[in-house]
């Protein structure tokens, strides 16, 4: 995670270039040529855009979080059962120390407005990276001529991101459009869209922010932030606007959740080796009872999206290794069970529903398509509408923004359905609002679903939100577990070999630290997984 490297600008503008739709490309640049010096930041910008995704490399968070669950394995595979593990399997939360070349690129070319994006992708990508690991080398991040660098505290990084996010808005704001080198293609998230950008870094402070909430000595430093964030007006990312990107998918180079989630492994090379087999990332996204029992108690029409049906149904009679309860169409497995084929063969892929969406090789996103799979050609999203409406909803809750509660969390738990697309038309939104109303108001007794029968308001916007971070957002879903007391209760790994009996709250700093870091690294202390608590829990 924290390997000291030079940074080889040639490969990484190389994949950048070649990423992005062509013709915008100066003709006088020759991909294989470019340097330090001659590669400006507008082609390498896409590459580090499409490097911050995360939902594609939360397979084990979304098995801890009782998501999905993957039976066909024997009993011991490491992270899939047990928790034990190592720093390969968080890639996702390892902060790109390109990042400083990016920013250092941007203010050699005299690019204020590369330079502010590169100040929101440090903090996207360091937050997450704190949130995964607590203290890390940061200062000394961007320096290659430090080979062991010091370790920063977690909530000095933090708040020292949050002043980065200030200086990202004043350097956006500030940067003359058309100066800005072809930033209406080379950023392939917004287009040059400076509002849009203003409303990302606000969303993304608010994230920061309500990860520190449920620590009550954080809370003045928390309202000072949200009057900056209100007294800049720009907002936060709004319905039906997520921060997104999309270079131009082709079914030969589909979007990244299609290739690796649809059940037709366009990318083999995703798949896992389990044991002495290989096995597809869409059968590690099958489903886990844990979230789908949820979906079914609740009379919860987003169960056909965050799922599909079995592709073979279970034979009457069949025997089963527990219970499953509800539409049958509608199967999952329990975490970390080892299942005996021999005695119950109808747990395997066919027999279970994997994460929801089209069926049909080959399908291009259209007006129909719903789920999470929604076509080759889907965009991919670094940060949801749906998040974004969430912590606004849990902000007004707490009493720190302004707003109804109520409707706050009505819009949110509304806004998973209309990015499920429930509503079977994504040109007609009322459709899903419909589906979301009629279902709300059926459900009018139950304290998991309708407002006003809810004693505890928090729980209830916790609860609805990790419901609708389902294959969306694992790893928020994580944040929040581990930050409000472990709720909603979801099971431990039923394997026998489990190495805890609380799931971790962090992961270990990866081995070549204690190699090429040994003083800094020691320096943190003894370091336990289940009990070394990241800096914002309480």
């Known amino acids: 995670m924290f390997k000291r490297y030079k940074i080889i600008a040639i490969i990484l503008c190389f994949f950048a270039a070649t990423s992005c739709k062509k013709g915008w490309i100066d003709i006088n640049y020759n991909p294989l040529q470019l340097t330090e010096t001659n590669a400006t930041p507008d082609l390498m910008l896409p590459n580090m855009l499409i490097n911050s995704m995360s939902v594609v490399n939360d397979d084990m968070i979304s098995q801890w979080m009782g998501y999905w669950a993957y039976a066909e394995y024997p009993a011991g595979q490491p992270y899939l059962t047990y928790y034990m593990m190592d720093n390969t399997q968080f890639g996702n939360s390892t902060p790109d120390v390109t990042i400083f070349l990016f920013e250092k690129n941007a203010q050699q070319h005299s690019q204020p407005y590369y330079s502010g994006i590169a100040k929101v992708l440090k903090a996207l990508q360091w937050s997450r990276a704190v949130d995964n690991n607590n203290n890390m080398p940061y200062q000394d991040a961007g320096n290659i001529a430090i080979r062991k660098p010091r370790y920063d505290n977690g909530q000095f990084i933090y708040e020292d991101l949050m002043k980065q996010l200030d200086s ?67 907002g936060f990312l709004t319905s039906g606007e997520d921060a997104d990107m999309n270079p131009g998918y082709t079914v030969d180079k589909p979007s990244k959740y299609y290739a690796k989630y649809s059940a037709y492994d366009v990318y083999p090379r995703f798949g896992v080796g389990i044991g002495s087999s290989f096995v597809s990332n869409w059968e590690i996204a099958s489903a886990n009872v844990t979230a789908m029992n949820m979906l079914k108690e609740n009379n919860d029409p987003r169960l056909g999206f965050f799922y599909g049906p079995a592709r073979v149904p279970l034979p009457s009679g069949a025997a089963e290794p527990f219970t499953q309860p509800g539409d049958q169409q509608y199967r999952g497995n329990e975490y970390g069970l080892p299942v005996d084929e021999a005695i119950y063969p109808y747990q395997r892929t066919e027999y279970v529903s994997q994460a929801g969406g089209v069926r049909t090789y080959r399908t291009a996103v259209s007006p129909v398509s719903t789920g999470l799979v929604k076509g080759y050609d889907m965009d991919c999203w670094i940060m949801t509408s749906i998040e974004s409406l969430f912590l606004q909803a849990e902000a007004i809750q707490r009493g720190w923004m302004t707003g109804d509660p109520e409707t706050a969390y009505k819009n949110a738990v509304r806004e998973s359905f209309r990015w499920l697309n429930v509503g079977g038309n994504s040109t007609n939104l ?43 957002e694992p790893f928020e879903a994580w944040v929040d ?8 209760a979801i099971p431990l790994s039923y394997d026998p070999g489990r190495v805890g009996n609380t799931m971790p709250v962090r992961a270990p700093y990866p081995v070549q630290e204690l190699v090429q870091n040994k003083e800094n690294l020691l320096a943190q202390g003894t370091i336990d997984i289940f009990t070394s608590k990241i800096w914002w829990m309480p």
Request: charged share 25%.
């Open 481 to 488: 577990y581990r930050r409000n007391g472990a709720f909603p």
């Open 168 to 234: 990202a808005i004043i350097l956006i704001h500030d940067a003359q459009q058309d100066k800005a080198l072809h930033i209406s293609v080379a950023d392939i998230m917004f287009h040059g869209n400076k509002d849009k950008w203003y409303r990302f870094i606000n969303t993304l402070k608010l994230r920061m922010l309500m990860h520190q909430a449920c620590r009550a000595d954080r809370e003045t430093y928390i309202k000072a932030e949200l009057a900056k964030i209100m007294a800049q007006g720009s």
């Open 430 to 472: 009322a459709l899903s609002d419909a589906a979301f109303d009629n279902w709300y108001t059926s459900e009018v007794t139950n304290a998991k679903v309708n407002w006003a029968a809810a004693t505890d308001k928090y729980k209830l916007l916790m609860y609805q939100k990790y419901m609708a971070f389902n294959g969306i």
